[in-house]
């Protein structure tokens, strides 16, 4: 991790305690690195993007998380994680 994100991927941390997003985030990274690598970017931007964009997980009851997902999901629950999500990562 580029040492100047890693307090956000710190901070991002507890929220990311949810769903395997953890480890998620790392993989996410690790491809958004490689791109930025090869394809013209923000690194500022893109990088803090990709270690929050799963943060709002946290605030979707967890028995629900597995109705987010597939052919018959409820974009309701995606869309509460997007909400969710942006103000979590404004804290961060
Ligand atoms: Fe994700």
């Not at 953890?22 to 690790?30: A, Q, S």
Request: hydrophobic share 40%; net charge negative.
């Amino acid at each position: 991790m580029y040492a100047e994100y890693r307090h956000i991927f710190q901070l991002a941390k507890p929220y990311l305690n949810i769903r395997r997003n953890d480890i998620h985030t790392e993989i996410v990274y690790r491809f958004a690195v490689r791109l930025l690598e090869s394809e013209p970017g923000d690194a500022s931007v893109a990088i803090p993007a990709v270690i929050c964009h799963d943060v709002g997980w946290i605030k979707v009851p967890e028995e629900l998380h597995l109705k987010a997902f597939g052919p018959t999901a409820d974009p309701k629950l995606t869309r509460l994680h997007e909400i969710e999500g942006v103000k979590l990562a404004q804290e961060i």
